[in-house]
C-alpha cells in the first residue's frame, strides 16, 4: 500500500531498505538515515529526508520510483549531497502550502 508525503510517516521508516529502481532494470538499495525539519513559514512547511547508498553505485540527481514492500513506490527526487567511507548520501526535500 503507497503512503503519504508527510514527515510522520517517513519516520516510520529510519533505518530502512528502500529500492531506487534503475533505468537499466535493476535497483540500487537506499537507507532512509535521517527525516529532518528544514523550514516553516507562515504559509509553509518543508522537510528532508537523507538516504545512504553503496559506494558501488552512485546515484544522479534525479527523479527514481522509490519504495519498499511497507511503504509502496513513489516518485521522489533525489540529489547526491555527499559521501561517506562507507556510503554515497542523498537528500530529498518535500515542500508543501499549508492549508
Known sequence: MSKKFNQPEFKKFLNKVFHAK????????????????????????????????????????????????????KQIFIVPVGESENAFHYQAVFNFLKK
Open 22 to 73: 534503475l533505468e537499466d532494470g535493476s535497483s540500487c538499495k537506499l537507507t532512509l538515515k535521517e527525516v529532518t525539519d528544514v523550514k516553516e513559514t507562515e504559509m509553509t512547511r518543508s522537510f528532508s529526508l537523507l538516504f545512504h547508498g553503496p559506494k558501488e553505485k552512485f546515484l544522479e540527481q534525479k527523479t527514481y520510483k522509490l519504495g519498499n514492500n511497507e511503504y509502496g513506490e
